[in-house]
């Protein structure tokens, strides 16, 4: 399958892209900008901006957003306020990049350092109650989180370590029993942000493969979504039927007028659809 381009090249580092009623339709990133752009209806992309990193953000279930920051979180209200949280942390080569929320309204974003010094890295959850905890160390550039319809399940992409993880989880232990559930090639692509479906299939992101793949939940690749550039970066279901695939590309270290259509956002139609975007309960 190709993915059709829906915009120009309006980011230079899009990413994170997530469907929501509570806001019209599509949000995603311009991350390194610290902007947030929507989709508007007549195909124009309004930005707002959040802070020096826009790394991730969810819908709140009172309305607004949850976001991640360079180095926390931020929480828009129904009328647009922002209200900056706590720094997590001091380091200044260290940010956010990309997050989600588990079945029980809890909201996780993971980070990186600017150089991706290996382990450098963690995943953080913000509760309800706003208070955070660290789930995970010593990581180095923490991608791509989703659970699977049942919420027995969450994926994960260190994209370091080549390869998709898959945890169990439930609302007490939280993410548990780490393994490997796909392994990708390097020369495949680095494994980026990804999406599951209604029927628990996994499409995952490589960055510098120009593809999407889907995986069926046992692991079997069963479809690929070709973009005409290499920098693919994340995917996300949307429409009234979330019957579209859309997604996310960048234009991070690229030279001025090489590879035009690096920073566009693309949709593919893919014949499954997606589930409801989980919300922050806080």
């Avoid at 339709?25 to 991350?31: E, I």
């Avoid at 931020?74 to 009328?79: A, C, I, S």
């Avoid at 200044?92 to 600017?114: H, I, K, L, Q, T």
């Avoid at 963690?122 to 706003?130: K, V, W």
Wanted: include cysteine; proline fraction near 7%.
């Amino acid at each position: 399958m190709r993915a059709d381009q829906v915009t120009g090249p309006v980011a230079y580092h899009g990413e994170g892209p997530v469907w929501s009623p509570r806001w019209g339709g599509l949000r995603w990133v311009d991350m390194l900008a610290g902007d947030i752009l929507q989709l508007q209806a007549d195909g124009t992309v309004g930005r707002r901006h959040v802070g020096t990193v826009a790394a991730a953000l969810r819908p709140r279930s009172r309305g607004g957003a949850v976001i991640g920051v360079e180095r926390g979180f931020v929480l828009e209200e129904p009328d647009g306020t922002l209200t900056t949280l706590a720094q997590l942390w001091a380091d200044p080569g260290v940010r956010m990049n990309e997050g989600g929320c588990d079945p029980d309204g809890r909201f996780y974003c993971g980070s990186m350092a600017y150089d991706k010094t290996p382990g450098a890295g963690a995943l953080y959850r913000l509760d309800p109650d706003g208070s955070t905890h660290v789930v995970l160390e010593h990581v180095t550039i923490s991608n791509g989180l989703e659970w699977s319809p049942d919420g027995s399940r969450a994926y994960y992409n260190d994209t370091e370590t080549s390869h998709v993880a898959v945890f169990a989880y439930d609302a007490g232990a939280g993410l548990v029993n780490r393994r490997v559930f796909v392994p990708v090639a390097r020369e495949e692509g680095r494994p980026d942000g990804l999406t599951v479906d209604a029927e628990g299939g996994v499409w995952v992101a490589l960055n510098h493969g120009g593809v999407v793949r889907r995986y069926t939940p046992d692991g079997a690749q069963d479809a690929v979504v070709e973009l005409p550039t290499p920098q693919v970066t994340a995917c996300t279901f949307g429409g009234e039927r979330l019957e579209h695939l859309y997604i996310t590309t960048s234009r991070e270290n690229l030279p001025p007028g090489h590879d035009p259509p690096a920073g566009s956002l693309f949709r593919a139609d893919v014949g499954v659809r997606g589930r409801p975007v989980r919300e922050f309960a806080g």
